[in-house]
């Protein structure tokens, strides 16, 4: 693991060798209470012919902030903090425009030219942001278990009480209570998932800083922030492409289309939505190889 400063706070990292190929550069942004490990499966089969970067999203995994550390804003992408098309900045640390924020000056420190975005869940909504915000870099996005654009007012303020308390309620001792991670291994997957990831997913759980932790799932399910997010698909010039889960109940495919239909790709037949039989929310860990085989179709076509 290698640690870099982005605008004030130390992120943690890592990059695999360069390929004998001029491939570009696959980076890899995780979900909400997630971190950089849940990659592995797709590194192990993917690094070889494709030079990847992992990274902890501030306030997670380990990207966490020091004591009276204050990110600092760049100048360069200060007018994009709420709309890449806005002169209003947002006053939060938190938003999807401010972790784009974060992962253009990464690509910029690791002299990243051409980079191809795959995010999951929260980390697809990242990634269309930050292709927006470093669109001469990011030639492409592949968004995992990610779509919306829908605002259900009694669903979404369902979904951020429940968020809030599980955030504010989430004991340190959770992680020695025997046979917990058996429970993580069920959920949200539509098959249980090895028991290492259901100890990660705890671990993870636990230590994502509270202020981060809740920061995001209120900043990013607002009204206004939920209908921002059809607006940046429809203006990126990249080809974005939608990985769906059969059998997510969390993002549920419909939603997914819905956010896919708003690019240029989708008129032809929706073509940028795949969708992966038997499987859940964590399409990266339950369906590795057919995961890995869509990323390498769709990178290999462009």
Not at 239 to 262: C, N, Q, W
């Amino acid at each position: 693991m290698a640690t870099i400063d982005i605008l004030g706070s130390t992120h943690a990292y890592e990059l695999t060798p360069p390929t004998a190929s001029s491939s570009p550069v696959l980076v890899f942004i995780h979900g909400w209470l997630l971190s950089r490990n849940y990659w592995q499966p797709l590194i192990e089969r993917l690094a070889e012919d494709y030079q990847c970067l992992i990274y902890d999203l501030r306030g997670f995994g380990d990207s966490q902030p020091l004591m009276n550390q204050t990110p600092k804003t760049s100048s360069l992408v200060e007018s994009e903090l709420v709309n890449p098309n806005s002169t209003c900045v947002s006053p939060s640390r938190y938003t999807l425009a401010a972790y784009a924020q974060d992962l253009s000056v990464l690509l910029e420190k690791l002299n990243i030219e051409c980079a191809w975005l795959i995010g999951h869940s929260l980390g697809g909504s990242i990634a269309l942001w930050g292709a927006a915000v470093a669109s001469e870099r990011v030639k492409g996005v592949i968004c995992m278990n990610a779509g919306g654009g829908i605002y259900l007012k009694e669903e979404f303020e369902r979904f951020r009480a429940a968020g809030e308390q599980l955030v504010k309620r989430r004991p340190r001792w959770l992680c020695y209570l025997p046979l917990i991670d058996l429970v993580f291994t069920r959920a949200q997957v539509a098959r249980p998932i090895p028991r290492r990831w259901g100890r990660q997913r705890i671990v993870d759980f636990v230590i994502a800083h509270p202020e981060a932790a809740l920061r995001t799932l209120l900043d990013s399910t607002t009204e206004s922030e939920v209908h921002r997010l059809p607006h940046v698909v429809s203006t990126l010039k990249q080809p974005v492409y939608f990985i769906a889960g059969a059998k997510d109940t969390l993002m549920e495919p419909k939603y997914v289309r819905h956010l896919a239909s708003f690019h240029k790709l989708f008129q032809n037949f929706g073509e940028n939505v795949i969708e992966i039989p038997e499987c859940g929310h964590l399409a990266m860990v339950e369906q590795p190889d057919a995961v890995g085989t869509e990323i390498r179709k769709i990178v290999g076509s462009h």
